[in-house]
């Protein structure tokens, strides 16, 4: 919890030297949602996400909103959300070197928050990876140790990200980026109720530069996320999720 604050008062004191900065929002719309509260399987979801680069680390932040239109005093709406600021080690020490495979060393951590039909937070902490990979714009793995102050019990996490840019002419871009999260171990208790199982899931885009048409380049994109759990959160006896999501994304 130390390491986590003290990340936190660092990225807090230092916004200002942000590098670059980039911000987006996204609306996606899906009709084979596994409803495992009783939701109805045809949903959408409002994104907003911001991804900073810094002198010493990096921070990515996104916030779900799904089914955001739902009429007021509605249960439907569900607000999920994660931040994940990160301080390396290899820009610190001097380790860090682009064109390097092991590109950098972090100190990882992860804050998760939000309603998605239960109340949910977790705190994660760990050490993280920049990876050198030709083509991808960038590759991180993150090991994590999961910490839900609601349930009993820590386990590890593996957290990988990616994005690769690609095109076939000039005018034809298009990106492929994705997430993948596995809780390695079981959290909580059968005894209160609590007990999540291991679980994995990924969000997969894949999205064309429709601006680059115009010559408007990164400012608009129109494509698809696929997303699978294998476990939906965790709930024991939960289904598995095949969803295939249409999606619009504006760069801000």
């Known amino acids: 919890m130390k390491v986590i604050l003290s990340i936190l008062l660092f990225f807090t004191t230092s916004v200002t ?44 932040f996104w916030l779900d909103a799904t089914d955001p239109l739902s009429s007021s005093g509605s249960n439907d709406t569900e607000l999920y959300g994660e931040w994940s600021p990160r301080l390396s080690i290899g820009k610190i020490t001097g380790f860090y070197q682009e064109e390097r495979f092991i590109k950098d060393l972090l100190i990882s951590t992860t804050l998760e928050f939000g ?60 990106d492929w980026s994705a997430y993948i999260d596995i809780v390695h171990g079981n959290e909580g208790s059968k005894s209160d109720n ?41 709930v024991p006896g939960a289904p598995v999720e095949n969803n295939l999501k249409w999606m619009i994304k504006w760069i801000l």
């Open 17 to 60: 030297a942000a590098t670059w900065s980039r911000s987006s929002i996204s609306y996606l719309r899906g009709d084979n949602f596994a409803p495992i509260f009783g939701k109805d399987n045809n949903r959408s979801e409002l994104t907003i996400d911001n991804a900073v680069g810094m002198k010493y680390g990096d921070s990515y």
């Open 115 to 174: 309603n998605s039909g239960v109340p949910t937070r977790a705190r994660l902490y760990g050490l993280g990876v920049d990876l050198k990979i030709p083509y991808f714009a960038f590759f991180q793995y993150n090991l994590y140790l999961r910490d839900n102050p609601d349930k009993n019990g820590v386990v590890l996490q593996s957290t990988i990200a990616y994005k690769l840019p690609f095109s076939f002419t000039e005018k034809t871009k298009f």
């Open 194 to 234: 609590s007990l999540t199982e291991s679980h994995w899931q990924t969000g997969q885009q894949l999205n064309f530069d429709l601006g680059n048409l115009w010559n408007q380049q990164d400012s608009i994109y129109v494509g698809f996320e696929y997303q699978f759990w294998s476990r939906k959160y965790g």
